[in-house]
């Protein structure tokens, strides 16, 4: 199985920018595509980008599509997300999956195989 480290989350201020990575270990010749979740506290897990790992097709959550944005490098193993006008809505958990089949731009936690252990974003006001 695919393993993930996710790396970036910190603490920014309200307007900020911030790129979480997220390197991708282990059989990933069998990466179709990779994604983005977050969850907030006490709130469930939400779909926040995703990226087809072949075809570089996007896929992003209406929450976010002006102001985030996914890319990956195959040669890195890497997803990225960038995301910029932060606010304080935007505080949560980072997770990166990904998928080992193949990917059509499927948005929910079960369309994923491995996922990350997560990764710190704060945003303060």
């Known amino acids: 199985q695919v393993q993930l480290v996710e790396a970036g989350g910190r603490l920014v201020q309200a307007g900020g920018s911030l790129r979480l990575s997220c390197a991708a270990s282990?059989?990933?010749?069998?990466?179709?595509?990779m994604g983005w979740f977050r969850q907030a506290p006490g709130k469930e897990r939400e779909f926040v980008a995703s990226i087809g790992w072949i075809s570089g097709n996007t896929y992003t959550g209406a929450s976010v599509e002006d102001r985030f944005t996914v890319s990956r490098d195959v040669a890195k193993n890497t997803v990225y997300l960038q995301m910029n006008s932060l606010n304080p809505d935007d505080t949560a958990v980072y997770y990166c999956?990904?998928?080992?089949?193949?990917?059509?731009?499927?948005?929910?936690?079960?369309?994923?195989?491995?996922w990350g252990q997560g990764t710190q974003v704060t945003v303060s006001s």
């Open positions: 282990g059989p990933t010749y069998s990466i179709a595509g």
């Open positions: 999956a990904s998928r080992a089949t193949l990917y059509y731009g499927g948005r929910q936690i079960g369309d994923f195989d491995s």
